[in-house]
């Protein structure tokens, strides 16, 4: 394997990894606040369709962009409101969102462009344009620093806004007063209520927050990744991304590690798509099962003790 | 002059009060919790609140912190009409609340906990320090010593409470309500708290006390007002009243204070219990070598904190938990473990148990009162002539029978467990145990969270079980039932035996040092 090929493929993990980072740490801050929210990947699908949708009609990127946070947001709040002010089941209004925006996105997108479900192929500004860093074709091939800073380079804006959430996210968590009070109230509610402060408004924002992180998710996997929504695009990443999330232990620098792992493995089943183990070639097929298969395996054995907050899942009821 | 002096005097009289509450009303559905309540809390003082459970102390406490709304009726702080809408209004007016399951995040620090929701600003590290430095005063002024870097979860229970305490005292309550504050604390915790509320009320602060334990009413506080379903029956000063007059304030009728009970009469030995080792499921050994006799006629009662092995001891002579050793029944060994350790077969050896914690173990909550009271006895074949199909009129025909013989209210079969108030839940199971009048009752905490009323029930049943010749093995955590029903006591610490006393030769003091490992 030469460097050339290893490039490649770290690149493409970074890439990769970019909509499950955003959609990790969108589940963290939801979960961390004491709202599951397995309605991840309804969010991203019905951003994607949106920022395609919306980017194709208008030409501008950011415009889709614009109004797949708006469609994400949306169906955070109607999750916000079937589990905090109606203190209903959080799996199943997830699970519904999901539903929803399985079908509601195909069905939309053939009424619009009639592609069969599809959004009609993006280009030019209503596709995300790569970036790249300064002086990257001077240091092109300085050894060692060169092919990493390669790596680092030429990818669209959101893949470093994305990893500038890491930080972020773990700043707000652990060093502002919002995120004592939202880790709080995902440990313990009553707490939070009897110190005097609205449990209910503080899981709204959290859920809000979550929404416009699935939103920049869903954006960049239909507007950078691809170039246009096809019909089922997350293929379960929403799922991955809670899978990567319970991996972290809802740790945001665990949550980048878990992520770039799962985009790795993704990039090597893209890369590598007919290799022969002694001498017998390996499906297509099982290499592109790989990251699914991991999740599996994380989840039942490499884990440990993974211990959710404490008041996830359960809507709030005031008692004495 | 002359004639302003008495809207004057109203005027000191009033804000002489740290508290006054006219006319509280609420209602959950038809029931009235709260009826047309009208008290008055001078400033500076303890002013205590008895009452049985549900007689609608803790909703006026959740009113007052803004929990619930009132129906009607006003509240005054320092004088001043303050409408109280929620927890932030009523820290706003100076409340501060102790609640009696604390309000605290687990996994935070103590430091994390005190600034919630009171924080100096966006960011943290500002108002972590100046709590820092604020609970560093608190704790010298007010012996409120907590390391305000360890985590809630590896904190003491009496700890936790005076993170809780320290919460209010940093939002600058004046007023500080405490919800049965001592119901989880060892006694010398307790005097600790004591000692803190005491140092509080010479800073100027009014403490709120709500509690059922008529010895902390006479102990600490000023004044004290008792409750009775939903209404407040009476205000006293504390001096001018008497434990007896507040019992029959709270029961409405008299009550027995202690326990008339005549010598034990032993007879021959029914247990033998031998080196007795056990290991929990984390490796812990809760059990280190326990030796000990139970006679016929007679009640052993095992004193300790909470967590020093009673309970283990407990389940692992009912058959729930395996143990190393020798137990001998009637000069028979018990198996401590395998096939026949087991509930089913403690029960065939006639020992019956009443479980610590009646609504985990006791009881099956949503079932009714008489597929309760056939629970582990439905082999029976009153309940079960055929060994297949249960006769369920047959169950609950004997429910009834069980049910007036223990006076459980209301006395009807079909109302799930659920249904019932904690001591009419403890009679339940009570009944469905001392009614196989077995040869050795097992008994854990029969009284936690009972009406006084039927404290005073359960304590002559299990002394006329005691006459009637079954060895009774009492374990609670409440020394004064102890030293009340007890005709030997063993104290417990560690797992140990640390000593055996007759109750009438020792005293709290020296079983106190005893349960905390000294002596």
């Given at each position: 394997m030469d460097v050339a090929t290893i490039v490649q493929v770290l690149e493409s993990t970074l890439r990769l990894a970019t909509p499950l980072l955003f959609a990790c740490l969108a589940g963290l801050i939801s979960e961390r606040a004491g709202v599951f929210d397995i309605g991840l990947e309804g969010k991203m699908l019905m951003a994607a369709f949106m920022s395609a949708a919306i980017a194709y009609v208008s030409g501008n990127v950011w415009v889709g962009l614009t109004a797949a946070v708006f469609a994400s947001v949306v169906l955070s709040l109607v999750h916000g409101v079937a589990?905090?002010?109606?203190?209903?089941n959080q799996l199943i209004s997830g699970v519904a969102i999901n539903f929803l925006a399985a079908g509601i996105t195909v069905v939309v997108a053939q009424n619009w462009f009639r592609q069969g479900g599809r959004t009609p192929s993006l280009s030019g500004n209503a596709r995300m344009q790569r970036i790249d860093l300064p002086f990257v074709d001077a240091v092109r091939d300085v050894p060692v620093l060169g092919p990493i800073y390669t790596i680092l380079s030429g990818h669209a804006l959101l893949v470093y806004i994305a990893f500038l959430c890491v930080p972020l996210t773990w700043y707000v968590l652990f060093r502002t007063r919002f995120g004592l009070r939202l880790r709080a109230v995902g440990e313990n509610p009553a707490a939070v209520d009897t110190a005097g402060v609205s449990v209910v408004r503080l899981r709204y924002g959290a859920v809000a927050i979550c929404g416009v992180l699935c939103g920049l998710a869903g954006a960049y996997l239909a507007t950078g990744l691809s170039a246009g929504f096809v019909k089922d695009m997350t293929a379960g990443r929403g799922f991955i991304a809670l899978a990567a999330m319970i991996f972290a232990k809802w740790r945001p620098w665990h949550a980048m590690g878990a992520v770039l792992l799962f985009g790795l493995l993704e990039a090597v089943a893209n890369r590598f798509q007919n290799i022969e183990i002694l001498g017998v070639g390996v499906p297509v097929q099982a290499m592109q099962a790989l990251p699914y298969i991991l999740t599996v395996v994380i989840l039942a054995?490499?884990?440990?003790k993974a211990i959710p907050p404490r008041a996830g899942g359960w809507p709030y009821v005031k008692e004495h | 002059m002359a004639l302003n002096e008495p809207a004057m005097r109203q005027e000191t009289a009033a804000s002489d009060n740290a508290i006054e509450l006219r006319g509280i009303s609420k209602a959950f559905g038809s029931v009235q919790?709260?009826?047309d309540i009208s008290i008055r809390v001078r400033r500076g003082t303890i002013h205590g609140i008895v009452g049985e459970n549900g007689a609608g102390k803790s909703t006026l406490m959740s009113i007052l912190f803004g929990f619930y709304r009132a129906d009607s009726g006003e509240i005054f702080i320092n004088g001043k009409p303050t409408e109280i809408t929620d927890s932030e209004s009523a820290i706003r007016a100076g409340i501060g609340m102790v609640f009696q399951h604390f309000k605290l995040v687990e996994n935070f620090t103590v430091l994390e906990n005190v600034i919630l929701g009171a924080e100096a600003g966006g960011l943290l590290r500002p108002s972590l320090a100046r709590a820092r430095g604020l609970l560093k005063d608190l704790a010298r002024e007010f012996e409120l010593n907590v390391d305000p870097d360890a985590n809630i979860e590896d904190l003491s229970v009496g700890h936790q409470q005076r993170v809780e305490i320290l919460k209010a005292l940093y939002r600058e309550a004046d007023i500080l309500i405490l919800d049965?504050?001592?119901?989880?604390?060892t006694p010398s915790e307790a005097d600790h708290l004591f000692r803190i509320l005491k140092g509080l009320k010479e800073q100027g602060k009014t403490i709120i006390l709500i509690t059922h334990k008529l010895r902390e009413i006479m102990d600490v506080t000023d004044d004290v007002s008792v409750m009775r379903r939903g209404e407040m029956v009476a205000t006293r000063v504390t001096a001018q009243t008497s434990p007896t007059e507040l019992a029959e304030l709270m029961v409405g009728r008299k009550v027995l204070l202690r326990v008339e009970k005549t010598p034990a009469e032993p007879g021959a030995e029914v247990l033998r219990v031998e080196n007795l080792r056990h290991v929990d499921g984390q490796g812990v050994e809760r059990l280190r070598g326990i030796s000990f006799g139970i006679r016929k006629g007679e009640i052993l009662g095992i004193a300790g904190v909470s967590g020093n092995g009673q309970s283990e001891l407990l389940e692992v002579l009912s058959g729930l938990r395996e143990a190393e050793g020798q137990v001998v029944l009637d000069n028979e060994a018990l198996p401590l473990s395998g096939s026949g350790c087991d509930g089913q077969s403690r029960r065939a050896r006639r020992i019956a148990h009443v479980p610590e914690d009646r609504q985990r173990r006791g009881l099956v909550m949503n079932f009714h009162a008489w597929e309760n009271i056939a629970l582990g006895y439905h082999h029976d074949p009153l309940y079960n002539p055929s060994r297949w199909r249960m006769d369920n009129p047959a169950i609950i025909r004997d429910t009834e029978g069980k049910m007036s013989a223990f006076d459980v209210r209301p006395p009807d079969p079909q109302l799930k467990a659920s249904g019932f108030s904690g001591g009419n839940q403890q009679k339940l199971v009570l009944a469905r145990e001392i009614e196989y009048e077995p040869d050795l009752l097992l008994v854990g905490q029969p009284t936690r969270g009972v009406d006084i009323g039927a404290i005073e029930f359960i304590h002559q049943r299990l002394i006329r079980l005691r006459d009637a010749g079954a060895a009774i093995l009492l374990i609670s955590v409440e020394l004064d039932e102890i030293m009340a029903l007890s005709d030997r006591i063993i104290v417990m610490f560690d797992g140990r035996i640390m000593g055996e006393r007759m109750p009438d030769e020792t005293n709290a003091q020296e079983l106190g040092l005893m349960m905390a490992g000294m002596a």
């Amino acid at each position: 394997m030469d460097v050339a090929t290893i490039v490649q493929v770290l690149e493409s993990t970074l890439r990769l990894a970019t909509p499950l980072l955003f959609a990790c740490l969108a589940g963290l801050i939801s979960e961390r606040a004491g709202v599951f929210d397995i309605g991840l990947e309804g969010k991203m699908l019905m951003a994607a369709f949106m920022s395609a949708a919306i980017a194709y009609v208008s030409g501008n990127v950011w415009v889709g962009l614009t109004a797949a946070v708006f469609a994400s947001v949306v169906l955070s709040l109607v999750h916000g409101v079937a589990s905090i002010t109606f203190r209903g089941n959080q799996l199943i209004s997830g699970v519904a969102i999901n539903f929803l925006a399985a079908g509601i996105t195909v069905v939309v997108a053939q009424n619009w462009f009639r592609q069969g479900g599809r959004t009609p192929s993006l280009s030019g500004n209503a596709r995300m344009q790569r970036i790249d860093l300064p002086f990257v074709d001077a240091v092109r091939d300085v050894p060692v620093l060169g092919p990493i800073y390669t790596i680092l380079s030429g990818h669209a804006l959101l893949v470093y806004i994305a990893f500038l959430c890491v930080p972020l996210t773990w700043y707000v968590l652990f060093r502002t007063r919002f995120g004592l009070r939202l880790r709080a109230v995902g440990e313990n509610p009553a707490a939070v209520d009897t110190a005097g402060v609205s449990v209910v408004r503080l899981r709204y924002g959290a859920v809000a927050i979550c929404g416009v992180l699935c939103g920049l998710a869903g954006a960049y996997l239909a507007t950078g990744l691809s170039a246009g929504f096809v019909k089922d695009m997350t293929a379960g990443r929403g799922f991955i991304a809670l899978a990567a999330m319970i991996f972290a232990k809802w740790r945001p620098w665990h949550a980048m590690g878990a992520v770039l792992l799962f985009g790795l493995l993704e990039a090597v089943a893209n890369r590598f798509q007919n290799i022969e183990i002694l001498g017998v070639g390996v499906p297509v097929q099982a290499m592109q099962a790989l990251p699914y298969i991991l999740t599996v395996v994380i989840l039942a054995g490499f884990v440990g003790k993974a211990i959710p907050p404490r008041a996830g899942g359960w809507p709030y009821v005031k008692e004495h | 002059m002359a004639l302003n002096e008495p809207a004057m005097r109203q005027e000191t009289a009033a804000s002489d009060n740290a508290i006054e509450l006219r006319g509280i009303s609420k209602a959950f559905g038809s029931v009235q919790a709260n009826k047309d309540i009208s008290i008055r809390v001078r400033r500076g003082t303890i002013h205590g609140i008895v009452g049985e459970n549900g007689a609608g102390k803790s909703t006026l406490m959740s009113i007052l912190f803004g929990f619930y709304r009132a129906d009607s009726g006003e509240i005054f702080i320092n004088g001043k009409p303050t409408e109280i809408t929620d927890s932030e209004s009523a820290i706003r007016a100076g409340i501060g609340m102790v609640f009696q399951h604390f309000k605290l995040v687990e996994n935070f620090t103590v430091l994390e906990n005190v600034i919630l929701g009171a924080e100096a600003g966006g960011l943290l590290r500002p108002s972590l320090a100046r709590a820092r430095g604020l609970l560093k005063d608190l704790a010298r002024e007010f012996e409120l010593n907590v390391d305000p870097d360890a985590n809630i979860e590896d904190l003491s229970v009496g700890h936790q409470q005076r993170v809780e305490i320290l919460k209010a005292l940093y939002r600058e309550a004046d007023i500080l309500i405490l919800d049965e504050p001592t119901g989880v604390l060892t006694p010398s915790e307790a005097d600790h708290l004591f000692r803190i509320l005491k140092g509080l009320k010479e800073q100027g602060k009014t403490i709120i006390l709500i509690t059922h334990k008529l010895r902390e009413i006479m102990d600490v506080t000023d004044d004290v007002s008792v409750m009775r379903r939903g209404e407040m029956v009476a205000t006293r000063v504390t001096a001018q009243t008497s434990p007896t007059e507040l019992a029959e304030l709270m029961v409405g009728r008299k009550v027995l204070l202690r326990v008339e009970k005549t010598p034990a009469e032993p007879g021959a030995e029914v247990l033998r219990v031998e080196n007795l080792r056990h290991v929990d499921g984390q490796g812990v050994e809760r059990l280190r070598g326990i030796s000990f006799g139970i006679r016929k006629g007679e009640i052993l009662g095992i004193a300790g904190v909470s967590g020093n092995g009673q309970s283990e001891l407990l389940e692992v002579l009912s058959g729930l938990r395996e143990a190393e050793g020798q137990v001998v029944l009637d000069n028979e060994a018990l198996p401590l473990s395998g096939s026949g350790c087991d509930g089913q077969s403690r029960r065939a050896r006639r020992i019956a148990h009443v479980p610590e914690d009646r609504q985990r173990r006791g009881l099956v909550m949503n079932f009714h009162a008489w597929e309760n009271i056939a629970l582990g006895y439905h082999h029976d074949p009153l309940y079960n002539p055929s060994r297949w199909r249960m006769d369920n009129p047959a169950i609950i025909r004997d429910t009834e029978g069980k049910m007036s013989a223990f006076d459980v209210r209301p006395p009807d079969p079909q109302l799930k467990a659920s249904g019932f108030s904690g001591g009419n839940q403890q009679k339940l199971v009570l009944a469905r145990e001392i009614e196989y009048e077995p040869d050795l009752l097992l008994v854990g905490q029969p009284t936690r969270g009972v009406d006084i009323g039927a404290i005073e029930f359960i304590h002559q049943r299990l002394i006329r079980l005691r006459d009637a010749g079954a060895a009774i093995l009492l374990i609670s955590v409440e020394l004064d039932e102890i030293m009340a029903l007890s005709d030997r006591i063993i104290v417990m610490f560690d797992g140990r035996i640390m000593g055996e006393r007759m109750p009438d030769e020792t005293n709290a003091q020296e079983l106190g040092l005893m349960m905390a490992g000294m002596a």
